[in-house]
C-alpha cells in the first residue's frame, strides 16, 4: 500500500515537471527526480530525503513556489514514513507558513501539508492538535477538492483513527463512513475502512455491525489474494473480535484459530502475531467459562480450563521469546493467567503468582518476587511504562484480596487491598504530572476516580465492620481527592501560570520538561523490551537528568513564583480536621455527596461532628427521582397547567430525596444547624436544595407558597469541593465594591449575512428580555460602577474591560446550554456584527480569560447546567468563570423568568448592602419573593434557579456619592455656622 502512495507521489513529480524546460537547474531536478522511485522502492528514506532537499534548492533558485512548496510537502511526509514524527510536524508547519507567505492563505499544498501533520500528531498522540489540523485540512480542503475525492477519503480515515485514540467513538464511526463514502465505492482503501469500523462498531457496543464489517473485510481478502495471505489471517482476526464482542466464544475460537494457523502454516516468522492469537484463544476460552452453563459435565468445564491455560502459557512463552520480560502484551497475558486460576481454580496463590507478574511486567529495574509487594511510586528512581495496563494489572491484585477479605474478615487482605488502591492512586497522579494536554488529562483523571471510588467504598464498609472512624475520614478523603484533583488539575493547569503572572516561557519550559520525560520513559520501555543494556543505561541517564531539571524547576517555582507554586503543585487535600477548623461554626454543618454506581454516599461534618451514611441506587433510584423532580420543577407545561396532579406529584418527589434519597432527613434533624454546605456530586449537581420540602404536605389543592421549603430553616452555600473552598479563602482581596453590569438586547433581524449559520439560527431563538435592562438601569441607580446596555453590551467590549476594577460582573442575557459540546456553552452578548467575535461568550473562552472578581452573577438562564462527566464533574459556564478567576458565582439550574429574576436580585443587593453573606442575602430575597407570591407565581421555577458557589464572604456594593446631599449639607452647614455667629454676637452684646 505505501510503495503504490509512492509510485502516485513520483508520477505526480514527473508529470509536473515534464512541460518545464527552465534552464539548466530545472532539467537536473528532473533527473534527480527520476532517481527517487528505485529509492523509495528500497526503502531508502534518507537518501530520498536528501535527494529531495537538493531539488527544493534546485526550483527555488527560479522561484517556482509550487514546486517548491509540494516538495516540501513530500520531505516532510517523508520523515514522517521514517518515524521521524517530531521533525515530520515541524517541517509540515513550517511548509504551510511557505505557502502562506508565497501561495497565498489557503492553498490547495497547504491543506495537504495539515492533514499529514494531523496523522503525525495522532500517531504521537498530540490528539488535540491532530483534530484541530484536521479540521482546518478540512476546511481548506473544502475550496478545492470535491467531496467525492482521494483527499477527503484519506482525511476522514485518519480522522476517524485519531478519534478512536480520543475514545470518541461515535465520532470516529461519522468519519468513517463519511471516509467511505467520499472514496466511493469499489476503493481500494475500503478494506481500511472496513477494519478501522470493527474498532470502532466494537467499541461502540454494535456487535453486529461489527461482524458485518468484518465479514466484508475477509469477503475482499480473500478474493483479492486467496486462502494463505497475511491479510486473511487478519481479516480471520477481525472475525473473532466480532464474534467475541457478541458473546458467540465458540465461533470467535473458531476463527481466532483459522488465523493462528494462517501465519504457522506460511508466515512462521511472525511471532508477535502468533503469540497474539493464542492470547486471543485463552482469553476467550477464559471469559467462556464465566458464563458456562455450570449443569453440564465438570469434564467439560476442566477442559475449558486447560485449553485457557495451554493457550495463555504459549503467548506468554512466545512474548518472552521475542520482547523478555518487560512488554504490554506479556503483562496483559499473564493478567488473563491470573484471572483463570482465581475465577476457575480458586486458587489465590497461583493467581496472585501470575497478577504480580503482570505488574513486573510494567516496572522497570525491578524484579521482586514478593507477590504481596506493589511498586514504589512514590520513589522518583522507579521507572514504568504502560500506565494504563499497569494499573489494571494492580486492580487485579486489588480483586483478589479485596474478595478474600470480604470471605474471611482478615484485616491483613483489607490492608492489602487499601495498599492495592494506594498504589493505583500514585501510580495515576505520576501519570498527571506528565499530562500535557486536556485529553491525556482527563483519561487519567478516570483512572483516578476509580482507585478512588474503592477507597471510598471499602473504607466505608471497614468502618461498618470495625466501628473505627478512621476508616470514614480515610473514606470522605477519597471522596474529596476524587473531586478535588479533577477540578484543581484542571484550574491550576489551565489557570495557575496566568493566576500568577508566571511568563509564557516559564509555562512553555515546563511543558518541555514534562514532553521530554514522557517520551524518555516510553524510550526507555523500548530498551528494556529490545534487552538493550547500553541504551538502557543511556536513556536511564537521560531520565535522571530531565527528573532533576524538573525538581529544579519546580524549586524555581517555590521561591521566585510562590502563588503559582500554591495553586499548580500544592496537593493538599481537605480533611475533616481542616473543614472543621476552617469552614465550619457551630451553626453550619457540610454535606458532601459521593455517587458510584451502586451508591450514594453522604458525609456530614459539623464543627464537632462527623458520620457518614449511604443509600442504595437502585432502590432508591436516584437518577430517575431527581429527573422527575427536575421536570415537575422546571417543565413550563407542567406549571402552566397548575393542575392538582402535578402539585402532588412535585410534592412527592420532593419530600422522597429529603426523607430518603438525599438523607436530608438524618442529617438535619439537628435544630442548632442553620446552615448547609453542600458539596455535590454526578446527577444531585442539578438539585437546587432549597426547594427540597423537609415536612410532608397536604396535596388535597394546591398550595405552594405554604410548604415548608429547606429555604425557610437553612442558609444553602454550594461547592464543587471542599477543597476549593479552602482554596478560596486564600483569594480575598481588597474590595472596591464597584459592579459592572450587563444587559444585552435580542434583534434577529441585525445579524449580518456572513454570519454562519449555526449563529444566526441561535440569534433567531433569542427573545428580548425587558426585565433584563431594567435589572441593570436599577443597579445603575444605586451603585457604583459601569453600565453597558444593549449595543455596549457586546462580546468584544466586554473581552477589553479591565476587570480588576471591579468586585461584582453581573449578566443579565441568555445563558445557552450545548448539550453536545458542553465547553461550548455561552452567553449571548448583543449582536454588533463584530468580525472577530460572533457574540456568544463559550464556556471554553471563559475559562481562558482573566476575571478576578469576587462575585460573578449570572442572571441567564441554565448558566450552571451542564454536562457530568465522571473525571470532569459539571462542565458549566458557572465553572468556567472560576477557573477565570472568580471567588464566587451566582448561577442558574434552569431558564429563569425575567420579572421574577429582577424582582430576586433587586432584594438580593439590598441585603448585601445590610452586610449578609452572599448565600444569606439570597435566601433572603428569596423569602420576600415567596412572601409577595400567591397561586402559581409562588411555584420555585420562579425563585429556585439561582444558587451561589465558593467564597461566602459579605461584600457590601459600593454606593455612589450624591452630589445633592453633599451641597445640600453644606448649605446646611453654611446656615448652621450663620445662626451660630449671630447667637454669639447676641451674647455679646
Known amino acids: 500500500m505505501r510503495l503504490t502512495v509512492l509510485a502516485v507521489i513520483t508520477c505526480l513529480l514527473c508529470s509536473s515537471l515534464s512541460a518545464q524546460t527552465i534552464g539548466e537547474d530545472t532539467l537536473k531536478a528532473q533527473e534527480l527526480e527520476g532517481q527517487l522511485r528505485p529509492l523509495f522502492e528500497g526503502n531508502q528514506r534518507q537518501d530520498a530525503h536528501d535527494m529531495m532537499v537538493q531539488i527544493v534548492d534546485l526550483y527555488a533558485k527560479h522561484e517556482l513556489w509550487e514546486k517548491v512548496a509540494f516538495r516540501k510537502f513530500i520531505i516532510a511526509r517523508n520523515m514522517g514514513y521514517m518515524n521521524q514524527r517530531d521533525s515530520s510536524i515541524t517541517l509540515g508547519k513550517t511548509a504551510v507558513e511557505f505557502c502562506e507567505e508565497k501561495l497565498g492563505k489557503d492553498s490547495k499544498i497547504s491543506a495537504s501539508i495539515l492533514a499529514d501533520i494531523a496523522v503525525n500528531s495522532t500517531m504521537t498522540y498530540r490528539l488535540e492538535q491532530a483534530v484541530t489540523m484536521y479540521k482546518e485540512a478540512e476546511r481548506i480542503g473544502g475550496l478545492h477538492f470535491e467531496e467525492q475525492s482521494s483527499f477527503f477519503g484519506r482525511l476522514y480515515l485518519n480522522w476517524g483513527v485519531c478519534y478512536m485514540r480520543r475514545g470518541e467513538q461515535h465520532k470516529a464511526l461519522e468519519h468513517l463512513l463519511k471516509s467511505r463514502k467520499a472514496y466511493g465505492p469499489n476503493s481500494p482503501s475500503d478494506r481500511w475502512i472496513s477494519v478501522n469500523l470493527v474498532y470502532a462498531y466494537t467499541n461502540t457496543g454494535d456487535n453486529t455491525s461489527a461482524y458485518k464489517e468484518a465479514k466484508r473485510y475477509l469477503d475482499i481478502v480473500k478474493d483479492a489474494e486467496g486462502e494463505a495471505s497475511y491479510n486473511v489471517g487478519d481479516a480471520y482476526h477481525m472475525m473473532g473480535l466480532a464474534l467475541y464482542g457478541n458473546k458467540r466464544y465458540k465461533d470467535a475460537i473458531e476463527y481466532y484459530t483459522k488465523s493462528l494457523n494462517v501465519y504457522l502454516e506460511h508466515f512462521p516468522n511472525e511471532k508477535s502475531i502468533m ?44 512474548y518472552i521469546e521475542i520482547y523478555g520480560e518487560k512488554h504490554a502484551s506479556l503483562g496483559l497475558a499473564y493478567r488473563n493467567l491470573g484471572f483463570v486460576y482465581w475465577e476457575q481454580s480458586k486458587d489465590p496463590e497461583k493467581a496472585l503468582e501470575a497478577f504480580h507478574k503482570a505488574v513486573l511486567t510494567g516496572v522497570m529495574g525491578t524484579d521482586d518476587d514478593n507477590i504481596h509487594s506493589l511498586p ?257 420543577l422546571t417543565d413550563y407545561n407542567y406549571i402552566q397547567e397548575g393542575a392538582l396532579k402535578y402539585y402532588k406529584a412535585l410534592v412527592q418527589e420532593s419530600f422522597r430525596l429529603y426523607d430518603d434519597v438525599l438523607q436530608l432527613k438524618k442529617w438535619t434533624a439537628n435544630e442548632a444547624i442553620k446552615k448547609l454546605i453542600i458539596v455535590p456530586d454526578s446527577w444531585i449537581h442539578s438539585v437546587p436544595f432549597e426547594c427540597v420540602i423537609s415536612e410532608a404536605a397536604d396535596t388535597t389543592k ?178 468556567s468563570f472560576m477557573y477565570a478567576g472568580a471567588s464566587s458565582i451566582m448561577m442558574t439550574l434552569w431558564e429563569v423568568h425575567d420579572m421574577a429574576m429582577s424582582k430576586i436580585m433587586e432584594s438580593f443587593y439590598s441585603y448585601l448592602e445590610d452586610g449578609l453573606t452572599k448565600t444569606e442575602a439570597l435566601r433572603q430575597a428569596k423569602i420576600d419573593y ?17 444558587i451561589i458557589l465558593g467564597n461566602n464572604q459579605p461584600l457590601e456594593p459600593a454606593k455612589p456619592i450624591s452630589w445633592w446631599w453633599i451641597i445640600g449639607g453644606v448649605a446646611l452647614g453654611g446656615i448652621g455656622l450663620g445662626l451660630l455667629k449671630k447667637t454669639l454676637t447676641k451674647k455679646e452684646l
Open 376 to 632: 514504589d511510586f512514590e520513589s522518583k528512581e522507579l521507572v514504568f511504562s504502560n500506565s494504563n495496563d499497569l494499573y489494571w494489572n494492580i486492580e487485579a491484585k486489588y480483586v483478589v484480596w479485596h474478595d478474600l477479605y470480604k470471605k474471611s474478615k482478615d484485616t491483613t487482605y483489607a490492608n492489602l487491598a487499601l495498599k492495592a488502591i494506594r498504589s493505583s492512586e500514585l501510580l495515576m497522579e505520576r501519570e498527571l504530572r506528565k499530562a500535557t494536554n486536556s485529553n491525556d488529562r482527563k483519561t487519567t483523571l478516570g483512572y483516578i476516580r476509580g482507585a478512588c471510588t474503592k477507597g471510598v467504598e471499602l473504607n466505608v464498609w471497614l468502618y461498618q465492620e470495625t466501628n473505627d472512624i478512621a476508616y470514614a475520614r480515610k473514606a470522605f478523603e477519597y471522596a474529596e481527592k476524587s473531586k478535588s484533583i479533577l477540578l484543581l488539575s484542571t484550574l491550576q493547569a489551565e489557570n495557575a501560570g496566568k493566576l500568577a503572572g508566571l511568563p509564557q516561557e516559564a509555562q512553555e519550559e515546563e511543558k518541555s520538561v514534562q514532553s521530554q520525560i514522557a517520551e524518555k520513559e516510553k524510550q526507555l520501555a523500548d530498551a528494556y523490551g529490545a534487552k538493550d543494556k547500553v541504551k538502557i543505561a543511556e536513556v536511564q541517564d537521560q531520565l535522571f537528568d530531565l527528573n532533576r531539571s524538573y525538581d529544579d524547576f519546580v524549586a524555581k517555582m517555590k521561591s521566585n513564583y510562590p502563588q503559582y507554586y500554591a495553586l499548580r503543585y500544592n496537593r493538599k487535600l481537605a480533611t475533616v480536621k481542616d473543614i472543621q477548623e476552617h469552614l465550619l461554626d457551630v451553626e453550619t454543618q457540610m454535606i458532601e455527596y459521593y455517587v458510584t454506581n451502586f451508591k450514594i454516599y453522604a458525609f456530614a461534618i459539623t464543627k464537632d461532628g462527623f458520620d457518614v451514611s449511604y443509600s442504595d441506587i437502585y432502590q432508591t433510584n436516584i437518577e430517575e427521582r431527581i429527573q422527575n423532580f427536575i421536570k415537575y
Open 930 to 946: 415567596l412572601k409577595g407570591a400567591k397561586g402559581i407565581a409562588a411555584h420555585p421555577f420562579f425563585w429556585a434557579p439561582s
Open 275 to 318: 503469540a497474539e492469537r493464542y492470547m486471543n484463544i485463552g482469553a476467550t476460552y477464559k471469559d467462556s467459562y464465566r458464563i458456562y452453563d455450570r449443569v453440564k459435565d465438570s469434564v467439560e468445564l476442566k477442559e475449558v480450563f486447560a485449553a485457557s491455560v495451554e493457550h495463555l502459557e504459549k503467548a506468554i512463552e512466545l
Open 702 to 879: 394546591v398550595n405552594y407558597e405554604n410548604l415548608k421549603y429547606l429555604l425557610h430553616s437553612h442558609d444553602i452555600q454550594y461547592s464543587y469541593t471542599a477543597g476549593l473552598l479552602l482554596e478560596l479563602e486564600n483569594w480575598k482581596q481588597s474590595y472596591t465594591g464597584r459592579i459592572l453590569g450587563l444587559a444585552a438586547s435580542y434583534d434577529s433581524s441585525n445579524v449580518a449575512a456572513t454570519r454562519k449559520p449555526k449563529v444566526r439560527n441561535l440569534r433567531a431563538l433569542l427573545q428580548p428580555l425587558i426585565g433584563a435592562t431594567k435589572e441593570i438601569q436599577s443597579l445603575e441607580a444605586k451603585y457604583k460602577g459601569d453600565y453597558k446596555l444593549g449595543a455596549e453590551a457586546s462580546e468584544g467590549k466586554f473581552k477589553e474591560m479591565n476587570f480588576e476594577e471591579y468586585d461584582i460582573v453581573h449578566f443579565a442575557m441568555h445563558g445557552l446550554v450545548d448539550k453536545d459540546y458542553a465547553m461550548g456553552s455561552s452567553l449571548a452578548f448583543t449582536e454588533d456584527n463584530d468580525t472577530l467575535e460572533d457574540n456568544f461568550l463559550h464556556a471554553y473562552e471563559i475559562m481562558n480569560m482573566d476575571i478576578p472578581v469576587e462575585l460573578v452573577i449570572l442572571s441567564a438562564c441554565e448558566t450552571g447546567n451542564g454536562i457530568y462527566e465522571s473525571g470532569e464533574g459539571v462542565i458549566s459556564i458557572g465553572r
